[in-house]
């Protein structure tokens, strides 16, 4: 089992910035992957960002490359998600998901692929 708990999430104008943080914890320490997915109204669960407990560079999808930057703190189990020039077409709901993992090649985008979720939060960028 895994638990995700996220935070940060809030309002702010197209170009704002918001960093979120997802607090992770199991009942055992196995390679994990963790990321960040959002899911906008009406739209499916797409991942944003999914990085490897055991290293390697982190997944980002085309749409946020060079604005959003995953960054984990092992000592802690936080993966940190800072999000910058935000957009409008960035607003949705974010959520952290996990599943256990052999290496990072399990680390897929696609929601379907993972077992462990949190409650989510909101992201709103208004033009």
């Known amino acids: 089992q895994v638990q995700l708990a996220e935070s940060g999430g809030g309002s702010v104008q197209t170009g704002g910035s918001l960093r979120l943080s997802c607090a992770f914890s199991?009942?055992?320490?196995?390679?994990?992957?963790v990321g960040w997915f959002r899911q906008a109204r009406g739209a499916e669960r797409e991942g944003v960002a999914v990085?490897?407990?055991?290293?390697?560079?982190?997944f980002y999808a085309d749409s946020v490359k060079g604005r959003f930057t995953a960054s984990r703190d092992d000592a802690k189990n936080i993966l940190y998600l800072q999000m910058n020039s935000l957009e409008p077409e960035d607003t949705a709901m974010y959520y952290c998901?996990?599943?256990?993992?052999?290496?990072?090649?399990?680390?897929?985008?696609?929601?379907?692929?993972?077992?462990?979720w949190g409650q989510g939060t909101q992201v709103t960028v208004s033009s």
């Open positions: 998901g996990a599943r256990e993992a052999p290496n990072l090649v399990w680390c897929t985008r696609y929601a379907r692929d993972y077992a462990y």
């Open positions: 199991g009942t055992n320490d196995n390679p994990k992957c």
């Open positions: 990085a490897f407990s055991g290293g390697g560079s982190p």
